[in-house]
């Protein structure tokens, strides 16, 4: 069964990215690509600032671009990807839901709201059950699923390790965010080189509250939020991707450096196409792992940590994740993956 999808939004930054992942699947077909209304009517080759690391796929290129309107997508498309700016998402994805759209969202709005799922397919993939509960609620034949934040989804993984072997009592964690994080005008030169910037605008926040969504657990009828006190200090460094983490987490029981690294490697993964075999890459250099070296392990998806030491009521330790594939558009096209593989299409 092929699936035939569509891309919101998809002459950004996360939209090329999400093209170029979606063109080979072997389960999706592109069959609608929309953008803002300067751009409609165009063939999408005319229309996108193609940035990304290789070329547009042939069979998208002379794609004609519609405006971002249920109207202007064709009915028989399943599913969306949307990598729309949250203030348009806000208004827009709602829409597409309510005209029977499925959407599979990257874009900020809504990714706490409390029928709204927010999911790490290896992580909560049970939370993709919340859509009944929204279907229900908001009267809706589409959906609208979520998936967090960049930074976020770079600590969760290693933080329901610990917290499934431990439990987790508070968080601290501070940033090294790529620049390719902010989208291609999000940064100047002029800005990030030679330089370090210590605050990303609301990024805190979104860390904070996603990652206790992301860690709690579903009952059926709610997402019962992780109870661990999280605090975030987010920096944009001028590496391209890849945003590097350093992670202090308290523990409820007695932890190890070693105990923590174990259960990280041993955390299991999910027999999805775009998830990696090892969810979890552990390094036991010090000095591991890097953003040059590392943020492409497994096509990009794999999260990769290290560093691990031992702090007076818990473990400290580094991670990382390729921000706009594991963090951002990846991210989605997995999720468009649990959609299919629970019925949802």
Same mark, same amino acid.
């Given at each position: 069964?092929?699936? %035939? ?132 609620? %908001? ?122 690294? %174990? ?45 691990? %030491? ?36």
């Amino acid at each position: 069964m092929t699936v %035939r999808v569509g891309v919101l939004g998809a002459t950004g930054a996360v939209g090329q990215r999400l093209i170029q992942l979606l063109d080979p699947h072997s389960e999706f077909e592109i069959a609608a690509l929309t953008a803002s209304e300067d751009s409609a009517g165009k063939p999408y080759r005319q229309a996108a600032k193609w940035r990304a690391d290789s070329p547009i796929p042939d069979d998208v290129a002379e794609t004609r671009v519609t405006a971002t309107d249920p109207s202007a997508v064709p009915d028989d498309v399943d599913l969306l990807f949307s990598s729309l700016p949250s203030s348009i998402g806000e208004q827009v994805e709602p829409r597409f839901c309510e005209a029977g759209y499925v959407v599979s969202s990257n874009s900020s709005n809504a990714r706490t709201a409390a029928d709204v799922p927010l999911v790490i397919p290896e992580i909560n993939a049970d939370h993709v059950d919340l859509l009944e509960v929204q279907r229900d609620e %908001r009267d809706w034949d589409g959906a609208l699923l979520k998936n967090p934040n960049c930074s976020t989804i770079t600590m969760v993984p290693p933080l329901a390790a610990i917290d499934e072997a431990y439990g987790l009592d508070s968080i601290r964690v501070a940033t090294l965010q790529a620049v390719s994080g902010a989208g291609y005008d999000g940064v100047t030169s002029m800005e990030i080189i030679d330089n370090a910037i210590p605050h990303i605008g609301g990024e805190e926040q979104k860390m904070e509250a996603e990652s206790r969504k992301l860690l709690g657990t579903f009952d059926g009828a709610e997402v019962h939020w992780h109870g661990a006190d999280v605090a975030a200090s987010c920096n944009r460094i001028a590496t391209l991707d890849g945003h590097l983490e350093n992670v202090w987490a308290d523990t409820v029981e007695e932890s190890t450096a070693d105990g923590v690294a %174990r259960a990280m490697a041993d955390l299991p993964s999910i027999d999805l196409p775009s998830s990696p075999e090892q969810l979890i890459e552990v390094f036991e250099e010090p000095e591991r792992p890097q953003p040059r070296l590392d943020r492409n392990l497994d096509n990009g998806m794999a999260v990769s940590a290290g560093g691990f %030491r031992e702090t007076t009521d818990g473990v400290q330790f580094n991670c990382l994740a390729h921000n706009t594939l594991r963090g951002a558009a990846g991210a989605s096209v997995l999720n468009g993956e649990l959609l299919l593989e629970n019925g949802y299409l």
